[in-house]
């Protein structure tokens, strides 16, 4: 074999293992990590979703994307999340619809009191036409894709005296979160809304700062609430729901077939979590009810609405009446 043959031949085995080298590189570098952060711990429904949305993505895309998940607000609280999703900082998240309607205002009508009945009622409004055009006004107002909605359990009232009818709660000094959107139900009714940071809650309401307090049974049991207050009061005033959303800068050039992957990935794990968050409340009043430290009361739902639609109406808070209306009617 002569020493030009040699040469060629060395020369083509070093192309041949150059390019495979290059198609590994690019099968590597195909794989598009994606950032999915939000506040919930490990071992919270919310969490637990994302785990199993995270997981559909990288099966059906042939792990074309990984997702890798930031829980318990290691990225940021929920408002950097919110901005995180247009800087492109993260990919995606789940969070209350309060903050999109900081941008999108319709979609704040999901917090008026009242106006779900139940989770039934929940989930035919995360497959209305209503939602969906709440989704449309959002994705205009960022550019980010809502793309599940997620149950997040009824409000209850806990306090230190029984609050069976709507004159109960006049003048009530009651802890609500730092939100206009949970503000509307206490003040229809006459009570003094005081918002405070939920970590300073149980001593507020063990020294007597406020009388009362309104949350779902997971924070009242997490919390240990139902230790320093005497009563709670089923009153359903607020049903909390929780969006999944993709980032516009991820949702545009994402193709047909992957925002099917990812909205049908997003939505398995909101309804696990849904789910799991609907049989967990049962389980915590039943342990709230056990521990003994606090009487349940059941109180006329109906009543209270009627109350609180006597003072105010959603056009107060800057919502349309014909929002309201049509998730009223969903049956």
Same mark, same amino acid.
């Given at each position: ?16 293992g150059?390019a ?10 195909a ?12 071992g ?22 990984k997702?890798q998940l930031f ?15 247009s800087?492109?900082?993260i990919?995606?998240t ?20 009242f ?22 006004d ?10 599940a ?5 009824e409000?209850?009232v ?9 004159e ?20 229809a ?19 007597g ?17 139902? /230790? =320093?207050? $005497?009563?709670?009061?089923? @009153?359903? &005033?607020?049903? *909390? ?7 516009? #800068? ?33 389980v915590?009043?039943e /342990? =709230?009810? $056990?521990?003994?430290?606090? @009487?349940? &009361?059941?109180? *006329?739902?109906?009543?209270?609405r009627?109350?609180? #639609? ?16 049509k998730?009223?009617?969903l049956?």
């Amino acid at each position: 074999m002569s020493h030009q043959s040699r040469i060629s031949r060395r020369s083509l085995g070093l192309l041949a293992g150059g390019a495979v080298a290059a198609a590994y590189v690019r099968t590597a570098s195909a794989q598009t990590v994606l950032k999915f952060a939000y506040v919930y711990e490990p071992g919270e429904p919310h969490h637990k979703g994302a785990v199993t949305a995270a997981a559909e993505i990288e099966q059906k895309t042939a792990g074309r994307y990984k997702i890798q998940l930031f829980p318990s607000g290691t990225l940021g609280k929920e408002s950097d999340l919110n901005q995180g999703l247009s800087l492109g900082s993260i990919d995606m998240t789940i969070s209350a619809a309060s903050f999109q309607a900081q941008v999108a205002k319709r979609i704040g009508v999901a917090y008026f009191p009242f106006v779900f009945r139940d989770y039934e009622h929940v989930m035919l409004y995360g497959k209305s036409a209503v939602y969906a055009s709440f989704v449309e006004d959002y994705q205009k107002a960022t550019s980010n894709r809502i793309v599940a909605l997620t149950y997040a359990a009824e409000r209850q009232v806990t306090s230190n005296k029984p609050i069976l009818t709507p004159e109960d709660m006049k003048g009530l000094k009651i802890r609500v979160p730092d939100s206009a959107a949970y503000m509307a139900f206490p003040k229809a009714l006459g009570a003094n809304p005081t918002p405070i940071a939920l970590g300073e809650v149980y001593l507020a309401l063990q020294s007597g700062v406020v009388d009362a307090q309104e949350n779902a049974f997971n924070t009242i049991w997490s919390r240990k609430f139902h /230790e =320093v207050q $005497k009563h709670i009061s089923l @009153t359903g &005033h607020v049903i *909390d729901s929780l969006n999944s959303i993709v980032s516009g #800068l991820l949702w545009n050039r994402l193709s047909a077939a992957d925002k099917t992957i990812f909205t049908e990935a997003m939505q398995k794990g909101a309804q696990q979590a849904s789910q799991e968050i609907r049989d967990q409340d049962k389980v915590l009043m039943e /342990e =709230v009810r $056990k521990a003994n430290t606090s @009487t349940i &009361h059941t109180v *006329d739902k109906e009543r209270f609405r009627q109350a609180v #639609l006597a003072s105010s109406k959603p056009e107060d808070f800057g919502y349309q009446r014909a929002d309201y209306d049509k998730i009223i009617a969903l049956k």
